[in-house]
């Protein structure tokens, strides 16, 4: 029975698993995003499921990577990014995912032509590449939403001052009526007040949990009345005001270098729609010289000058402040 086994049927196999993995990951990504007025973020959802206050605080804690060792430096930076990301996924499983999926690129590689010995080298690639552009995209994409979501929560927290209800209380609102990112951030925090949490501490933890760079605005503002006094509500109203005026800033900033960035989408698609090009008109051209070793190693040069050229010209269009 196994003498009918070819390496095509492994490869097909392989290809089979590692497409069932990346199912899974898509699905685990975009499941339980039903809009319902009772599930509006995680926290509720969880609230939602007989579970305790204080057992949805300790699962909200885990998923968000509080109270993790860090004892290497690569592996504690990839728990961060995990962590500001907002993925709930556990970090083996989704190391597992990605590596099958560099895996599965591997053999499809392999299995429209490339040599199996450079096919091989895409696989600790895409190992080491894949996890980290995943997690930064989908911190990207998160910080964005919580980024337009801040002012808001400032106000409604600047709302229910005004309303004579104390801190506290105001961040709990937030909870209750915003969606994710903020409104189970926010949640935790009113939890961990319940608990016994300093407030400071607490509004830390969601800094380092999140990473917006706005944040720090908000965590002084609150410290500082805390610590000295003052009138916080028209602090946060302030605050909002200039937290509006930034977003508005970089989304102007970003508008203006997108020409930056497109002459580096075009240029680094150049070359491959080229050798696409000149593969259909003469498909010998790089068939004869496919097989030299020198030929691979001066592609490997050219990828590597390409990428360090996009990196300068994104790096020009990239703006701080």
Not at 51 to 60: A, F, S, Y
Not at 94 to 117: H, K, M
Request: aromatic share 6%.
């Amino acid at each position: 029975m196994f003498d009918a086994i070819t390496p095509l049927h492994v490869i097909y196999a392989a290809a089979a698993l590692c497409g069932i993995m990346v199912a899974e990951a898509v699905y685990l990504l975009v499941a339980g995003r039903k809009d319902r007025r009772m599930t509006i973020n995680r926290r509720m959802r969880l609230q939602n499921s007989r579970l305790t206050q204080e057992e949805v605080l300790i699962q909200l804690r885990k998923e968000r990577g509080a109270g993790q060792k860090r004892a290497l430096l690569s592996l504690a930076r990839l728990r961060a990014l995990r962590t500001q990301s907002g993925l709930a996924m556990p970090l083996a499983r989704f190391l597992a995912i990605t590596i099958g999926a560099a895996l599965g690129l591997a053999i499809t590689a392999a299995w429209l032509g490339l040599p199996v010995r450079h096919a091989a080298l895409v696989v600790p690639a895409g190992a080491l590449i894949l996890p980290v552009a995943v997690l930064k995209y989908l911190r990207k994409r998160r910080h964005k939403k919580f980024g337009l979501q801040l002012p808001e929560a400032l106000e409604l927290i600047t709302r229910s001052l005004k309303a004579g209800h104390p801190v506290p209380v105001a961040i709990a609102m937030v909870a209750r009526e915003m969606p994710d990112p903020i409104g189970t951030e926010f949640g935790m925090i009113a939890d961990e007040v319940t608990y016994g949490s300093d407030l400071v501490t607490a509004l830390n933890d969601m800094y380092r949990r999140v990473g917006h760079e706005d944040l720090p605005l908000f965590v002084t503002a609150v410290s500082i009345q805390n610590t000295t006094g003052g009138n916080l509500r028209e602090i946060l109203d302030g605050l909002s005001g200039v937290i509006r005026a930034r977003g508005k800033l970089r989304r102007k900033i970003r508008s203006i270098s997108t020409e930056g960035r497109m002459s580096a989408y075009i240029l680094s698609a150049l070359p491959v729609l080229l050798a696409l090009a000149m593969s259909m008109v003469a498909p010998d051209m790089y068939g004869e010289v496919i097989d030299a070793p020198m030929t691979w190693y001066l592609m490997g040069a050219t990828l590597g000058w390409l990428l360090l050229g996009n990196a300068m010209m994104f790096k020009m269009a990239s703006f701080r402040f």
